[in-house]
């Protein structure tokens, strides 16, 4: 974290309460290191993915959607795409439901797509006396939240724990997602036998092939981001046999088909 973003987070905790301030990033990389806020963050992905680490697990954002981060939470801030553009909305939010002091990520539909863009618009700081929007931001806020259908995509699913011997499986499998891997290379990898290591993996509620198919369509959905291959090209990069299976795993996975997910982001 440099400088500039260490002045920016300390400004946003000192700012006035009733204000809800609003940044916007360019196309530009992101890595901010552990840190956590006084009030609520809303961060929308307008282009590239996102990798949140809350506590002991990573998340993923796709392009389009975006994160709820309660006040409080400690949390940080990566990206594997070369650019990736942010609307992120810094606001208090007085929740009175258990759900709202959760980490969450949500489908940003065309009609909030377009209520995170006129927000923004009004920034980089919106207060309590703006003739009622400051208002209106916070009700939409809530209304996103409750309304918009959640995502959840949990990275590795790695806690306090998982078992040392599962954690050198799993690292495997993430560098060798476009190889033609199998249970019994990862057992090797990871010093253990194939049984023991799909009881492990079973311990964890999956399986070696739905956590093997989770995370390359996670990386598929990276690749889409940076719009610089075709989806049959991405299918073979991340390992899949042909694109009919990466089809389906997409679809099992996101809900849409592949070619759904770019109309939308050509969008």
């Avoid at 709820?68 to 939010?93: C, D, E, K, V």
């Amino acid at each position: 974290m440099n400088e500039e973003q260490q002045s920016f987070i300390q400004g946003v905790d000192h700012a006035s309460q009733k204000e809800v301030i609003v940044k916007v990033t360019g196309q530009e990389g992101i890595d901010l290191a552990p840190h956590s806020h006084n009030r609520v963050q809303l961060v929308e992905a307008v282009t590239g993915t996102l990798r949140v680490t809350v506590g002991d697990r990573e998340y993923f954002v796709p392009e389009g959607y975006a994160c709820w981060i309660p006040a409080g939470m400690t949390h940080a801030l990566t990206s594997h795409n070369r650019r990736i553009a942010l609307r992120i909305f810094y606001f208090q939010h007085d929740g009175k439901d258990d759900v709202d002091s959760t980490f969450s990520v949500h489908y940003v539909c065309p009609w909030a797509a377009a209520n995170f863009r006129f927000i923004a618009d009004y920034g980089p700081a919106i207060g309590a006396g703006s003739d009622g929007l400051y208002t209106f931001c916070l009700s939409f806020f809530r209304t996103f939240r409750k309304e918009e259908r959640r995502l959840v995509l949990p990275l590795r699913g790695i806690n306090a724990d998982t078992p040392p011997t599962l954690r050198k499986a799993m690292a495997y499998i993430h560098t060798h997602l476009a190889d033609d891997i199998m249970l019994e290379d990862a057992a090797k990898a990871s010093d253990t036998s194939s049984r023991t290591l799909s009881r492990l993996f079973s311990d964890v509620d999956t399986t070696f092939s739905d956590f093997l198919r989770y995370q390359r369509v996670i990386r598929s959905l990276e690749l889409m981001a940076d719009n610089t291959m075709t989806i049959k090209e991405i299918a073979y990069d991340t390992g899949f046999s042909t694109p009919g299976n990466f089809n389906r795993s997409f679809k099992q996975v996101m809900g849409i088909a592949p070619s759904e997910m770019r109309r939308r982001q050509r969008a």
